[in-house]
């Protein structure tokens, strides 16, 4: 039997979330650290996400079900700033791998099916900063190459994500090296490997590709929750690691695709009701949206839950100019300012072309697909905003639909 084994270096397009499926006192889900309190991705995470890109039987010979399994996955560790992976236990950190002892949180609430907050629901998730490597290494014994080239070109699948969280704009990754030999070597992944693989970048099979190319017609806010010494209420911002230099970067606007999920999915199952002609109150009106969304799960409601068959990415753009909004809260009775209600909120002022890729599975019925494309049409004309404090006016934009690479036309227009 032939052994095959490739290095590969992956870099993220998103942040990463990984659980270690604990909590501590600071955040309700942190993420999966190594031995150096480091982040890194376990190897049977990656499997799984292969595994299932393979039919069943090809899936159980490859991977394993009665007899084993012919592939071994390590697990990806993180690249440091000479481009090594640390795999034994470090007596002090360098100043680059300090930068991942404080990881960015992501603040969340859950949402009832009326789409207003639901009580005492709020919790944070601790992510992997955007531009993370890790290195992580296949091992396959078996004389046919071609499975082997098939699991490494798995990786240049446009819909290929690791880590949880994919529905709602986590866990996008690129290639960034290959290294493979067919010889013996050390089980290290600093061990240079002889040759250079190149996947086949192939569009997904399973997902439709939508693009919205969209540029705000003024102001927008995704809120961050908190506010600075200027404002109460400031639009969230995220650094990126920099490889370049060994640093983070400056604060980028964040669009977070959760955000964004939110304001599609609610859109969405109106068009699919008034296709349908079901109302409030009618049962199916509340069920329509499952079909792509998903359902949370809820063990009182004896509700199992299911996933979305639709995946965001979120959008990182570099940082524009800023406008504070001063207002006051009206006491509903007198129309009068109410007494020490005076609150500012900082919006961004950005006039340049915003670019948010989603993918949906291809095995969707025609009307929700209809359904879909609707709202993403209603954002690319204004008529949908994004963001917070849409009431006032913000998160309108303007721009067009792409499905495939071809525009969507408008045909109410």
Known sequence: MTRHIAHIIIQADTPLKVGSNASDFLQDSPIQKDWNNLPMILGTSIAGVLRKEFDKDTANKIFGKDEGSKVIFSNALLVDEKEKVNEELLLEKSEFLKLFDNLPIREHTAITDKGV????????????????????????????KKIFDEILNLLGSSSFRLGGGSTKGFGKFKIINIKTTNKNCSSSLNTPLDNSYEIEKTESKTHTKYTLNI?????????????????????????????????????????????????????????????????????????SIKEIFGEAKNSKQDIK???????????????????????????RFTGGAIDGALFQEKTIADDREYSIEILLEKDIEKEFVSAFEETLKDIATGMLPLGGATTKGHGVFSGKVFKNDVELKDEKN
């Open 117 to 144: 907050v639901k009580e005492h629901s709020k919790f944070d998730e601790e992510v992997v900063f955007k531009g993370t490597k890790f290195k992580f290494s296949i091992e396959l014994i078996d004389d046919d």
């Open 305 to 331: 839950g299911s996933k979305g068959k639709v995946i965001f990415s979120d959008c990182f753009v570099t940082k524009a100019d800023e406008k504070v909004f001063d207002h006051v809260s009206i006491d």
């Open 215 to 287: 540029t705000p017609d003024d102001f927008f806010m995704f809120g961050s929750g908190f506010g600075d010494e200027d404002a109460d209420m400031t639009p969230v911002y995220e650094k990126v690691i920099d490889y370049r230099i060994g640093k983070l970067s400056d604060d980028m606007i964040l669009i977070p695709a959760s955000s964004i999920k939110g304001a599609i999915a609610h859109r969405t199952a109106y068009y699919y009701n008034l296709q349908n002609k079901l109302y409030v109150g009618n049962q199916d009106a509340k069920e």
